[in-house]
Nanobody, 121 residues
Framework: QVQLVESGGGLVQAGGSLRLSCVAS????????MGWYRQAPGKQRELVAV???????NYADSVKGRFTISRDNAKNTVYLQMNSLKPEDTAVYYC???????????????WGQGTQVTVSS
């Protein structure tokens, strides 16, 4: 009953910026941690950034100082602002969220379908 939908991906030149969005919808009583993962062709999926309900953040070393994760709890939305993009950032970016789905506080992890980010050199 919960769906995460990413948007904002596209093609950008090295040094450029993109802003990804992920909106959660459905039977949502609350959302705890939200995050972004990415997977490039031939590479393992990796964690990019996470943000807790209280606003605490963590970033992969490879994106620290360039990417910023944020959230709007009223909109059930998480964002990833990506600056100074590099060709190495090219990947499918996936949103994930821990969603409380019942009044008894049952929580499950959900994933979005992914959005393609391509950085040209």
């Amino acid at each position: 009953q919960v769906q995460l939908v990413e948007s904002g991906g596209g093609l950008v030149q090295a040094g450029g910026s993109l802003r990804l969005s992920c909106v959660a919808s459905g039977r949502i009583f609350g959302i705890s941690v939200m995050g972004w993962y990415r997977q490039a062709p031939g590479k393992q999926r990796e964690l990019v950034a996470v943000i807790t309900g209280g606003g605490r953040t963590n970033y992969a070393d490879s994106v620290k100082g360039r990417f910023t994760i944020s959230r709007d709890n009223a909109k059930n939305t998480v964002y990833l602002q990506m600056n100074s993009l590099k060709p190495e950032d090219t990947a499918v970016y996936y949103c994930t969220a821990g969603v409380v789905v019942s009044p008894t506080r049952n929580e499950y992890t959900y994933w979005g379908q992914g959005t393609q980010v391509t950085v040209s050199s």
